[in-house]
T-cell receptor, first 112, second 113 residues
Framework: KQEVTQIPAALSVPEGENLVLNCSFTDSAIYNLQWFRQDPGKGLTSLLLIQSSQREQTSGRLNASLDKSSGRSTLYIAASQPGDSATYLCAVRNSGNTPLVFGKGTRLSVIA | KAGVTQTPRYLIKTRGQQVTLSCSPISGHRSVSWYQQTPGQGLQFLFEYFSETQRNKGNFPGRFSGRQFSNSRSEMNVSTLELGDSALYLC????????????FGPGTRLLVL
């Protein structure tokens, strides 16, 4: 059974800092991995999708990497801003026939 | 293009009642998934529909059910509500089942008293 872990559960950084959020998964035979952002009381916003054959994806100040062999993904946020404050969730799909399995997220606070 | 919409946004019910939540996917999307989010358990998968057929079901009791219509809109129903059903219920859509990006709606917050 796939399990997804995100550590730390919460993180507070000063504005402008570069930071890395971590995601680990127990079953390395994944189909794809997706990073989401959730603002308080809101739905999820998709940030990046990495297929199993890819090593990384980039969008603006965000870069997500995938290392299947070690069961890890990282989300790198460059030059953090207060508007980046949110909970970041990682989700893994093992095959096209299985649902996404989510981690519990990392709550990020960027202090101005 | 309009995003995923969910109605109602907020609901208050009492134990023993039943509730129906609605989800309209992004135009052209044929797959709809439902999730329950609670502070303790995080996001848990409920079910996934594609072309009016349930493809996957999560580990929830039979009180939780759903369906999808020919226009891809989906509903989920919870019967005999319990206090523990209080949660944010999220719907997500994608073009096809099991592939590509899932786009989430704003959720329906259900409070069971």
């Amino acid at each position: 059974k796939q399990e997804v872990t995100q550590i730390p559960a919460a993180l507070s950084v000063p504005e402008g800092e570069n930071l890395v959020l971590n995601c680990s998964f127990t079953d390395s035979a994944i189909y794809n991995l997706q990073w989401f952002r959730q603002d308080p009381g809101k739905g999820l916003t998709s940030l990046l999708l990495i297929q199993s054959s890819q090593r990384e994806q980039t969008s603006g100040r965000l870069n997500a990497s995938l290392d299947k062999s070690s069961g890890r993904s990282t989300l790198y946020i460059a030059a953090s801003q207060p508007g980046d404050s949110a909970t970041y969730l990682c989700a893994v799909r093992n095959s096209g026939n299985t649902p996404l399995v989510f981690g519990k997220g990392t709550r990020l606070s960027v202090i101005a | 293009k309009a995003g995923v919409t969910q109605t109602p946004r907020y609901l208050i019910k009492t134990r023993g009642q039943q509730v129906t939540l609605s989800c309209s996917p992004i135009s052209g999307h044929r797959s709809v998934s439902w999730y329950q989010q609670t502070p303790g358990q995080g996001l848990q998968f409920l079910f996934e529909y594609f072309s009016e057929t349930q493809r996957n079901k999560g580990n929830f009791p039979g009180r939780f059910s759903g369906r999808q219509f020919s226009n891809s809109r989906s509903e989920m129903n919870v019967s005999t509500l319990e206090l523990g059903d209080s949660a944010l219920y999220l719907c997500a859509s994608s073009l096809e089942a099991g592939v590509g990006t899932q786009y989430f709606g704003p959720g329906t917050r259900l409070l069971v008293l």
